[in-house]
């Protein structure tokens, strides 16, 4: 039986749904035993980030979990191999079809639980810092949001790779954890603008905003020459002012990127970049994906509100037949 969450309305629903049949060539089926929550599920449930023309309109954009077939062409995976994917939609569900290129073994020493909170950060992390910021050993990056869990990954990833971080977050709790996590410098933006605290750190060369709105005007003044600002989401709204004069003088880019609705090719190399260059290093806990906590996929509306109102210190996941242990959040499990 295949079943999936359906979005009526306000309300979610564990229901069951149309099974997986057929296997297209180049694609695997995956029995999905994680799913993970990001926020561009709660902008698909609210209308505002429709999934790209063809895909699945259920939510969930990575998963964990064991191949169940293979399409013809496939030859780097079978059944029974457990992996972890990026998805473009689709992974609430109990089981997801997925081209192959999207998929990877799940690191070593990593259970399925962890792996499913790696392939959306790490995969915006790596085509964000080092392919469209084409970021150079020793730049330096400022990252908002830096709690989140792209923000945890893009800390440890970068820190990582040699390009220092400064990261600005709510509350003071969730900048002490982006310390430990490798940030050098930290700002808290309920304390206003973080141009002078930027600014006296000695600036950055790259800005990886998912704010927008007023905070462009702030990253062009935090910029050294030949910076680049890396639109990645709008939750500070879609328009903004640009100084022109200053992205003139000092050579600045503002560049948009989103990775859902990229083709796949293009994920197939981020992927296999992934592949080379971070699984080694997951493999070596040099880095690891930040969790916060889990919810049965039964609770996505809890789990989903959790991650709305701001509580979460990296990834929110979703049990959705997994065996490894995982804490649930209960009332005690508020975030920082």
């Not at 997925?98 to 995969?123: D, K």
């Not at 927008?212 to 020459?225: A, F, T």
């Amino acid at each position: 039986m295949t079943k999936a969450i359906r979005v009526t309305g306000e309300s979610l629903s564990w229901e069951e749904c149309e099974p997986v049949v057929d296997v297209p060539e180049d694609h695997v089926a995956i029995d999905i035993a994680w799913t993970a929550v990001n926020r561009a599920d709660l902008m698909q449930r609210a209308g505002a980030y429709p999934p790209p023309p063809g895909a699945s309109d259920i939510l969930g954009l990575e998963v964990s979990g064991t191949i169940a077939s293979v399409g013809a062409g496939v030859r780097t995976l079978k059944p029974g191999d457990e992996v972890c994917a990026l998805l473009t939609g689709g992974g609430y569900a109990t089981r997801v079809v997925v081209p192959a290129v999207q998929v990877l073994p799940v690191p070593r020493g990593y259970g399925l639980r962890e792996a499913a909170a790696i392939p959306e950060a790490f995969a915006t992390a790596w085509l964000n810092l080092y392919h469209e910021a084409q970021l150079k050993p020793g730049e330096k990056v400022l990252v908002h949001a830096a709690a989140s869990g792209l923000g945890t990954t893009v800390i440890q990833l970068a820190t990582a790779l040699g390009n220092p971080v400064f990261a600005t977050a709510s509350t003071d709790d969730k900048l002490e954890i982006c310390k430990r996590l490798g940030a050098s410098g930290c700002w808290n933006r309920s304390n206003g603008s973080f141009v002078e605290a930027v600014t006296s750190w000695g600036g950055v060369d790259m800005v990886l905003d998912p704010v927008g709105g007023s905070y462009i005007p702030d990253d062009q003044k935090v910029l050294n020459v030949d910076g680049r600002i890396v639109l990645i989401g709008l939750l500070g709204g879609r328009m903004g002012e640009v100084d022109l004069g200053l992205m003139l003088v000092k050579r600045q880019r503002l560049i948009g990127s989103t990775l859902r609705s990229r083709p796949v090719n293009d994920k197939g190399d981020v992927m296999s970049a992934l592949y080379q260059n971070v699984w080694p290093l997951l493999a070596a806990r040099q880095i690891e994906p930040k969790i916060d906590c889990s919810w049965p996929i039964e609770e996505a509306e809890a789990a989903m509100a959790y991650v709305a109102a701001n509580k979460n210190v990296g990834k929110v996941l979703l049990e959705v037949t997994g065996s490894d242990p995982a804490p649930f959040c209960e009332a005690k499990c508020t975030g920082v």
